[in-house]
């Protein structure tokens, strides 16, 4: 009997689960994205660029060589899940996500996730209000309620608001805003107590911001 796109698809998804199972059997690593003796050898690897997971983390352990399949169980719907190698490298090297970070939730519930925050009601997702609108004043010219506005971003207990308005900061350019940015990469702890605080995130932020300058035409 022919088998329908759906049972097919099934059918790879169960492949690649067991092939990622696999793989960290034979890795005998918790975490496959630490680098590896043989992991060269692992099916679906996908080698990391180190250089660029440098400029956008900041890890005490070591960086990974490569990415490896990894299944997971997505908390919504308990669905078992692959993050495959290759989203994994987008996610780390091009969307710049946290090195410690992974994949949660499986896609049908990502778009779904997606959809609930677009049709919440106006301040259900605060945050992701102001962090949009921050960005969308990256790409304007700055006035004085621009400016006003990302001045109080940088006071706001939400670090990652603090972040986005780096960022927009070093969009708009000027020697104000980029002396601040240099400001506080100069104001980067190098270790005790305060090495995990925000001086140390303000820091790196701020020159990853002012890499990703250089690279605009």
Known sequence: MKKSNKQRRAEIKARRLQRAAASAVRLRAPDVRLPQPDC??????????????????NTCGMLPRCYVARPFTCRDCGAEELWTAKQQKW??????????????????????????????????NLLGEQTDRLRALGATKPDARAVAEVDAALESKWWSLRVVAIQTMAQWGGEANLAKLHELMAARPEGGRRYFGWERVAADAARSALLNRERWP
């Open 40 to 57: 060269a050898f692992a099916l679906g690897c996908e080698p990391a660029d180190q250089f660029v997971l440098q400029q956008y983390n």
């Open 91 to 124: 996610w780390y090297e091009v969307a710049h996500g946290h090195i410690d970070s992974c994949a949660v939730r499986c896609l049908a519930c990502r778009r779904a996730r997606r959809e609930r925050l677009r049709n919440a009601a106006p301040g259900a």
